[in-house]
């Protein structure tokens, strides 16, 4: 009897009595807060800063246009980093602390540029634009390094946010906390927290930007983002507070530097395999795919004795690899191409300068005394790739398959063709709007006052924003699911860092695009497609040029589905279409 007692007391007592509780949910509304603020800051900072720049920096559209690409290049690639970092050296806690303080920084110093004058030029109307006063050295750098800062701090908090909340769930104290229920919650809260802040941003902070001015507008975020840090900082003493460890990263440029040591070593013809491999304890494969065979010669094992410990691992992990190494790096490889058809949407919204602008010379008034900002229009996008997410799925998806009497869905590749369809579509649209807003213009003798408001309606602008939604849902969505089914399950920090690295790259080409296209129509002294004054350029050419290319840029992308073959989807839904089970729609 006294043995049962023990053994249930064993089984009750960490229930019940926990000297040293650490993780679990209680910590989640901190992790949750602090993203969610962040994000609030960072985005509020955005939709309005080509006027800020412009307007206060006297730069022109392009030179500004330039910085805030650069400035997303950075903001998208630096989570990679950050998360390469955090897993392989400092560990999650550190990387977004590191995360925080850096940015509440780079907000305060770009905030204390609307509060001293002499952080900016003198200011200038655009009547005189041509004789306004550059920007000094000193004065770039202190903006450039708060951008940088912001930059680096987000990445440091956007990498390991997400991991560090799991690993209070999955690491914890308490056994109700490893439930994936728990942990599926936690994800929907989190992605609802951060849509929420997004949506508050460019509505609530904006609107305080235009209406009393920067040095407020620019004082909100930075305060937001001080909360944010507080709120991961409080919770510090309940966190569990993982090791860094071996990144995924590290192991595919093993791979890499393994196969290139081993370049000498010959293999064997396929149906005479002699090489021996090597492969982790328990691993299901055990032998390399045919395809990229230059690569199995990195998990070749060419002298037992010297090459592996007594345990079975490799003595040195940068000239012997395993075999799933070597096949995570294979199929990283064969996404690439698909990938890269990414790149052109990200370009379509990256142009997020532009609509600003022209908003700000339309009318914006919904009702007599109430006008939305002209940096609140991307709203209508956020709402469209939200509305739209919820209509696919709970509604248009139950319905199909009810009429088909069985499941049935589009599948990964049609539906990302169909997002840069609708990018294709959304650039014309956007075209189109410009063409008549321009016309109107001259035709109301407005050309040399950019800063004039025509008779339109700037709710014109909404078949370019809905579209650019509905082409984010499709492709953007499409993408990371599409990354997810096709990579190895282990490679799922790769599969969610793919998307954030094409966006990086749409950025850098955006610029490259928009300063070749004002470079040439620039030659001969000519006025050009993309001047400062919107109403003297062809920024119609422009957005038309931008359809042409993701129009080509959707050939090129049947061209890479035909040469990628059927997806591990697809197989596996051609199997269960054998069996009568799904349908594609």
Partial sequence: METCSEEKKMITEPLLINKNPKGGIRTLPFIIANEAFERMASTGFMPNMILYLCREYNMKITEGTNVLFFWSAASNFLPILGAFLADSYVGRYAMIGFGCITCLLGMVLLWLTTIFPHARPLACDYPLRDSCESATGSQLMLLYLAFGLMSLGGGGIRSSSLAFGADQLEKGDGIKSKSEGALKSYFSWYYVSVSASSMVAVTFIVYIQDNLGWKVGFGIPAAIMLLSALCFFLASPFYVKSKANTSLLSGLIQVLVASYKNRHIKLSSPQAA??????????????????????????????????????????????????????????????????????????????????????????????????????????????????????YDRILLPLASKIKGKPCQLSLKQRMGIGLLFST???????????????????????????????????????????????????????????????????????????????????????????????????????????????KGHYDHYFWLLSALNMANFVYFLACCKAYGPCRVEVHKALDDADGVREEC
Wanted: hydrophobic share 45%.
């Fill in 274 to 391: 002699e090489e021996r491999y090597h492969h982790r304890e328990g691993s299901v494969r055990l032998l390399p795919s045919e395809n990229l065979r230059c690569l199995n010669k990195a998990c070749i094992i060419k002298h037992p004795e010297q090459d592996l410990t007594p345990d079975g691992r490799a003595s040195d992990p940068w000239s012997l690899c395993t075999v799933d190494q070597v096949e995570e790096l294979k199929a990283l490889i064969k996404v690439i191409p698909l990938w890269s058809t990414g790149i052109m949407i990200g370009v379509t919204l990256s142009q997020s300068s532009f609509p600003v602008l022209q908003a700000s010379s339309m009318d914006r008034h919904v009702s007599r005394n109430f006008e939305i900002p002209a940096a609140s229009f991307c709203i209508f996008t956020i709402i469209t790739l939200t509305l739209w997410v919820g209509f």
């Fill in 425 to 535: 579509a959304s650039m014309a649209a956007w075209a189109i709007t410009e063409t008549v807003r321009r016309r109107i213009a001259i035709d109301g003798g407005l050309s040399d006052d950019p800063r004039a408001v025509v008779q339109m309606s700037a709710m014109w602008l909404l078949p370019y924003l809905v579209l650019s939604g509905l082409a984010m849902a499709f492709n953007m969505i499409g993408q990371t699911e599409f990354y997810y089914s096709e990579l190895p399950k282990s490679m799922s920090s790769i599969a969610s860092a793919l998307l954030g690295v094409g966006l990086s790259a749409a950025s850098l080409v955006a610029s490259l695009i928009m300063n070749a296209v004002d470079g040439i129509t620039r030659s001969g002294g000519k006025q050009g497609w993309i001047p400062s004054n919107i109403n």
